[in-house]
T-cell receptor, first 107, second 115 residues
Framework: EDQVTQSPEALRLQEGESSSLNCSYT??????LFWYRQDPGKGPEFLFT???AGEEKEKERLKATLTKKESFLHITAPKPEDSATYLC????????FGAGTTVTVRA | GAGVSQSPRYKVAKRGQDVALRCDPI?????LFWYQQALGQGPEFLTY????????KSGLPSDRFFAERPEGSVSTLKIQRTQQEDSAVYLC?????????????FGQGTRLTVV
């Protein structure tokens, strides 16, 4: 059974203070690792898909990387609007999600 | 529409009442998924449709849960004789390819509260 563990559970950052979120996974065969952002009261919003170790994707202040056992979501110089819960999931046609990391960025 | 649409956004049901939750996927999307999200947790898979065929219902928690997608577009998740433990956000997602392996786009969810 696929397992996804995210850490930390919560992260409080000062505006401009860069940090990283971790997603560790155990799967029989990785067919894709996905990062989503979820704001309170809304559905998850797709950010990135990574398929193979060594792959990297960037979008604005976010950068996702992938190894054979984990993925990192790096937030560079975050702004208050980056505050959200970030979810990681692995895909065997259906997504298996971690519990998420709630990021709060203070101005 | 441009995105996945779910209705109602909020539903309060008395214990024992039946409820029906609707999902309008992105037009043309073949795959449709239902997930259940408890407070503070990630979404948990419930069921998967490819067009009108329900290919996986292994995540449905009990036989009180039933989903259908009769014409391969709109889907309905029905919960019979609701219990307090059914209180959660129910999310619908769709993706454009068979069997996933690509990004899925989520609706806003329906928050179900059973009192």
């Amino acid at each position: 059974e696929d397992q996804v563990t995210q850490s930390p559970e919560a992260l409080r950052l000062q505006e401009g203070e860069s940090s990283s979120l971790n997603c560790s996974y155990t799967v029989s065969g990785l067919r894709g690792l996905f990062w989503y952002r979820q704001d309170p009261g809304k559905g998850p919003e797709f950010l990135f898909t990574l398929y193979s170790a060594g792959e990297e994707k960037e979008k604005e202040r976010l950068k996702a990387t992938l190894t054979k056992k984990e993925s990192f979501l790096h937030i560079t110089a975050p702004k208050p609007e980056d505050s959200a819960t970030y979810l990681c999931a692995v895909n065997d046609y259906k997504l298996s999600f971690g519990a998420g990391t709630t990021v709060t960025v203070r101005a | 529409g441009a995105g996945v649409s779910q209705s109602p956004r909020y539903k309060v049901a008395k214990r024992g009442q039946d409820v029906a939750l609707r999902c309008d996927p992105i037009s043309g999307h073949v795959s449709l998924f239902w997930y259940q999200q408890a407070l503070g947790q990630g979404p948990e898979f419930l069921t998967y449709f490819q067009n009108e065929a329900q290919l996986d219902k292994s995540g449905l928690p009990s036989d009180r849960f039933f989903a259908e997608r009769p014409e391969g577009s709109v889907s309905t998740l029905k919960i019979q004789r609701t219990q307090q433990e059914d209180s959660a956000v129910y999310l619908c997602a769709s993706s454009g390819r068979d069997r996933g392996y690509t990004e899925a786009f989520f609706g806003q969810g329906t928050r179900l509260t059973v009192v």
